[in-house]
C-alpha cells in the first residue's frame, strides 16, 4: 500500500499563498484520480479538488478560481496550490486517491487568519 505524506501547510493572513505537496511512497501513474481533502474543526472531511491521470481538474464551488491542483506522475507528487485564501479555509488538509482510498496521511495543517 501507497504511504502519502503532505507538506507545506501553515500560518498565512486571508488573500496570502500557500502550495502544499503531497509525496507518494511509490509511482502515482497507474491511480487514476488524485485529490486533495480537508477537514475542518467540528466538520467532517470533503474532497475540494481532484485531477486525473492526464490532467484533468475538478473543483468543489467553494474553492475555484482560487486553488490549482496539479500532478507530476514522474516524481509521484500532487501538489495544491492556494490563492486568494480565506478563513474558511482552515482545516487539516490531505491527498489521497479518489474512489479507492490509501491509508491517510498526517495532513499538514493550514490556517488562515489576521
Known amino acids: 500500500q501507497v504511504q502519502l505524506a503532505e507538506s507545506g501547510g501553515g500560518l498565512v493572513q486571508p488573500g496570502g499563498s500557500l502550495r502544499l505537496s503531497c509525496a507518494a511512497s511509490?509511482?502515482?501513474?497507474?491511480?487514476?484520480?488524485m485529490g486533495w481533502y480537508r477537514q475542518a474543526p467540528g466538520k467532517e472531511r470533503e474532497l475540494v479538488a481532484s485531477?486525473?491521470?492526464?490532467?484533468?481538474?475538478n473543483y468543489v464551488d467553494s474553492v475555484k478560481g482560487r486553488f490549482t491542483i496539479s500532478r507530476d506522475n514522474a516524481k509521484s507528487t500532487v501538489y495544491l496550490q492556494m490563492n486568494n485564501l480565506k478563513p474558511e479555509d482552515t482545516a487539516v488538509y490531505y491527498c489521497?486517491?479518489?474512489?479507492?482510498?490509501?491509508?491517510w496521511g498526517q495532513g499538514t495543517l493550514v490556517t488562515v487568519s489576521s
Open positions: 511509490r509511482s502515482i501513474f497507474s491511480f487514476n484520480v
Open positions: 489521497n486517491r479518489v474512489g479507492v482510498l490509501e491509508l
Open positions: 485531477i486525473s491521470r492526464y490532467g484533468g481538474a
